[in-house]
């Protein structure tokens, strides 16, 4: 299967490490050494020797990936400089919902039952549909294990965060089963103990999973994952006002494996989940009710997948599915459905000894907006054993999602209108007869045709070099082509002076630039890793304004205005052009321990317009560069038991005013049992 | 008599043109160009955060360099982040004064150095549907931050443009919307709707540049 010998043949100069096998790229079982595409993998060990907790954890020690925080307090994934909405998460294959100002809050996951996570950069909706545009990360769990076994831990840190997790695992011939449990609590923390609110609150949250496994016969399985995550947290919106918020999740996810025959193999899965979230805030002096939301979104998806082996080297996979959203909100005048049948179909082939291929394309029926056709087309070619180039070129969309489309929201204090692109005309004509409307800005007409999907393009060429299992490294070439990138407007002016505003399709934008990856095995107790990447992320508009001489800035907020040029545009905000890991872990045998000091440094970024030309240009506040150092010491001792003790960011670098996700110096102990 | 007198002003009047237009090609001084700094102009309104809003405009007049109490010898006027012309009808906001001249206004980009002409061509006047200088965040003057800094900025750039109640012309820089036009404004501590701003009012009427 695939050109694997040559692989094998690298490997076993060194016999400790074995192949990969990746599955997200292509939906099979697939050798990661010959994948045309810019993937990485992050192993269960990388985690245990990160001491890694929740998935922003881990994720944030990864070149070219960063988790950037949002004003809803969700702390979504940047990936080739795309945002959080542009990345598509997955655990065991399946879509994570819950993104609730579009960013996907990837803190929900705990790190404790992961096996590995998958990372496929660049546009992947030639598989996956809508939100891949930036690329895909797969978290998959531990599946039931051979034996039956125990395992515990606990751990203690700064800010009496406690993070303890349980499995009992099963498994013998036919049948297995895994249980998982996962608390996690915090007393929060405060970044500014001058005001009145914590920046992060209290909180406890428990995850539990239960996976079940069945071979009726070694051409048939059948497998059930179920579920369950549930968080509360002090919601406090002033020193008077005062509630709670919570989260509840299920997901279950069925799937029936049928081997046919060594060339046809069918897999049906039928997957379920509930997103939910509930909020209130209550007057603490005089115990009156004062606000209260909610957010119940659901999808159902059943799938059928084919995958066909003509011979060793060529394969054909296809699928075709359905897939039924709901939403119901606060802010919602109507109860959204999203009802989308697609069908996909790859072909891997190598062509020779030499070259690998992937093309594939998918297309998206959808209810609501346009139907997308989604291709991509990969290529590997091996120079030699040591060398080897791959490109990729594919289409990627994100689907205009429910706030959007039927949003319809009223600032009660301010007294500002939002709404969704499909209710726009409605809800425009309820203002106008209640003599809300002074002008209208756009006609009426202009909210006739669908929103369509912001969509891109986007093109990766690489270069690996592997000289020996002690020094390789590899370099990705990336461009994200971005159009239609949904943007807010202002629609009409309203009699109380304030706006209505609703999204419309508009910019043009592009992300690109490379990244570095490289491993190094000085001796034999010493590895060393470490990335780069270079991001320039523009809007096209803006950069033609600066060009032509349109914008404008001052030094001094109350200095005269000058004009800019093109070289002052820095770019979209929140994106920084340098990003830097460096990890150096070290074996101390005799000591059966490993210590490991982890370095992630991200340069200057901004977070808005601060001198009222609406660009980030030069001229601008940005937030300072940083780095966070951490170390940690991961102990064994009577072969079943295990010591992790470790400081996250040791010179206890914070940011008040800008970064909220970062708490400053952590210390933290735990303890791991396996009987 | 009345023969007489009609000869006497036409003589007056071929004189005076006479007289005019030779002053042009005798390099007879013009009245200087002036250039002026308002700060702390205060244009406090009542109402608006989703109420209507109210209050007495505080007028402007480019000829004295100050501002005025006079029904009809002003050229702009300020309220909040409105800004009108004295030309043109009222959008019929309360307490909002009738237009009784025939100023008008647009917005030009550039500095204040490179506006250097007027465009005839571009002067709007208010209208019951608008003002000349358009309102709102990015539409007009200024831009609104929101959330978290809720500030309001001038927008560097962007010249404002006047033809004045009695056809004459100045150009404006907005630079602060705070009072004593701090480096580093901060609207919860700031008080707001303080103009601070730039000017050049060409004096002599027929003068299109500055």
Redesign the interface.
């Known amino acids: 299967m695939y050109s694997f010998s040559q692989g094998i043949q690298v490997d076993s100069i060194n016999p400790v490490k074995l192949e990969q096998v990746f599955v997200t790229a292509t939906r099979t079982n697939r050798f990661i050494s010959t994948l045309p595409l810019p993937v990485h993998i992050i192993s269960k060990r990388d985690i245990e020797q990160a001491n890694s907790v929740r998935l922003n954890d881990i994720l944030n020690e990864q070149t070219g990936l960063i988790t950037v925080n949002d004003?809803g307090g969700g702390e979504g994934i940047q990936m080739q400089g795309l945002d959080s909405q542009y990345t598509l998460i997955l655990v065991d294959g399946m879509p994570l919902v819950g993104r609730l100002a579009g960013t996907l809050d990837i803190k929900r996951l705990t790190t404790a039952n992961i096996k590995k996570i998958e990372v496929v950069k660049g546009a992947s909706s030639s598989l996956y549909g809508s939100d891949a545009m930036g690329g895909v990360i797969n978290i998959i769990t531990e599946n039931p294990e051979k034996g039956f076994n125990v395992k515990l831990n606990y751990r203690l840190e700064t800010f009496s965060t406690e993070d303890m997790s349980a499995v009992l695992n099963y498994k013998k011939a036919k049948f297995g089963w895994r249980a998982f449990l996962n608390k996690y609590s915090s007393n929060g923390f405060d970044l500014n103990p001058k005001t009145e609110l914590k920046t992060v609150d209290p909180f406890v949250n428990y995850t539990f999973n239960l996976k079940t496994e069945y071979a009726f016969s070694k051409q048939s399985n059948f497998y059930l994952s179920l579920k369950y995550f549930n968080q509360n947290q002090d919601y406090n919106a002033s020193a008077i006002l005062r509630g709670e918020s919570s989260i509840n999740e299920w997901s279950s996810n069925l799937k029936f494996t049928r081997e046919f025959n060594v060339k046809l193999s069918a897999y049906f899965e039928f997957y379920a989940t509930v997103f939910k979230t509930d909020n209130y805030l209550i007057n603490s002096e005089n115990g009156t009710f004062f606000d209260s939301n909610y957010f119940d979104q659901q999808l159902i998806r059943p799938e059928l997948r084919v995958q066909y082996k003509f011979n060793e080297v060529n394969e054909l996979i296809g699928g075709i599915g359905y897939s039924h959203e709901s939403l119901d909100r606060t802010n919602f005048s109507v109860q959204p459905e999203f009802n989308a049948p697609y069908v996909y179909l790859q072909y891997d082939s190598n062509l020779t000894n030499d070259i690998n291929m992937i093309i594939g394309a998918r297309f998206d029926s959808h209810n609501k907006y346009r139907s997308q056709f989604s291709p991509k087309a990969a290529v590997r070619y091996s120079l030699n054993k040591k060398w080897s180039l791959k490109g990729s070129v594919g289409y990627g969309f994100k689907a205009p999602d429910f706030r959007q489309l039927f949003f319809d929201f009223t600032n009660s204090?301010?007294?500002y209108t939002v709404l969704g692109f499909n209710v726009a005309n409605s809800a425009l004509a309820q203002l106008q007869s209640q003599g809300e409307i002074a002008?209208l800005i756009i006609s009426p007409s202009d909210l006739k045709n669908t929103l369509s999907p912001e969509n891109s393009i986007s093109t990766n060429i690489g270069v690996d070099y592997k000289l020996s299992p002690k020094l390789n490294f590899k370099v990705n070439f990336f461009r994200n082509n971005i159009n239609d990138l949904i943007d807010t407007r202002?629609i009409a002016?309203k009699?109380?002076?304030?706006?209505v505003f609703s999204y419309y399709n508009v910019n043009k934008v592009y992300t690109s630039g490379f990244e570095i990856d490289g491993k190094w095995k000085p001796l034999n107790q010493l590895k060393i890793t470490g990335g780069y990447q270079l991001l320039f992320a523009k809007d096209k508009e803006a950069e033609a304004a600066f060009e032509k001489g349109?914008?404008?800035?001052?030094k001094?907020?109350?200095?005269?205005?000058?004009?800019l040029k093109k070289e002052d545009y820095f770019g979209l905000f929140n994106r920084s052009r340098h990003m830097v890991n460096l990890k150096l872990y070290y074996m101390l045998p005799k000591w059966k321990a490993f210590a490991n000091v982890r370095l992630t440094y991200r340069s200057k970024y901004g977070l808005?317009?601060?001198?009222?030309?609406?660009y980030l240009d030069v001229y601008d506040d940005f937030v300072e560069a940083y780095s966070i150092l951490d170390f940690s010491i991961n102990k064994t001792f009577y072969t079943n038991y295990s010591l992790n003790i470790g400081i996250d960011n040791l010179f206890n670098f914070t940011d008040p005013q800008n970064i909220s996700n970062i708490p400053g110096r952590i210390i933290y102990a735990k303890l791991n049992i396996n009987l | 008599m009345k023969t007489m007198k009609t000869i006497q002003f036409i003589i007056l009047i071929a004189l005076f043109t006479g007289f005019s237009s030779c002053s042009n090609d005798d390099d007879e001084p013009l009245v200087a160009v002036e250039s002026q700094t308002i700060t702390n102009l205060q244009a406090q309104q009542a109402?608006?955060?989703?109420?209507?809003?109210s209050g007495a405009f505080a007028k402007f007049d480019f000829l004295t360099g100050q501002t005025t109490e006079s029904d009809s010898d002003w050229d702009i006027a300020f309220r909040?982040t409105s800004i009108i012309v004295n030309g043109g009808t009222s959008l019929g906001t309360i307490d909002e004064p009738e237009r009784t001249g025939e100023g008008a206004a647009y917005i030009a980009?550039?500095?204040?150095a490179?506006v250097m002409e007027v465009t005839q061509d571009l002067f709007v006047q208010d209208s019951d549907?608008?003002y000349a200088i358009t309102?709102?965040?990015?539409?007009g003057w200024?831009?609104y931050?929101g959330?978290p800094?809720y500030l309001i900025?001038?927008?560097?750039?962007?010249i404002l443009v006047f033809k004045t109640r009695d056809g004459r012309y100045a150009k404006v820089?907005i630079?602060?919307y705070y009072e004593n036009?701090?480096?580093?404004?901060n609207a919860f501590t700031d008080t707001s709707r303080v103009y601070?701003f730039?000017y050049v009012y060409q004096p002599n009427f027929g003068i299109t540049t500055f």
């Open positions: 004003y204090t301010v007294g002008t202002v002016n009699t109380n002076g304030q706006n349109d914008v404008y800035a001052r001094d907020p109350v200095s005269p205005a000058f004009q808005l317009d601060s001198n009222g030309n609406n | 109402g608006g955060q989703g109420q209507p809003i909040g980009s550039g500095t204040m490179s549907t608008g309102t709102g965040s990015g539409n200024y831009s931050s959330a800094t900025t001038p927008i560097p750039g962007k820089e630079l602060s036009a701090p480096s580093e404004p601070t730039n």
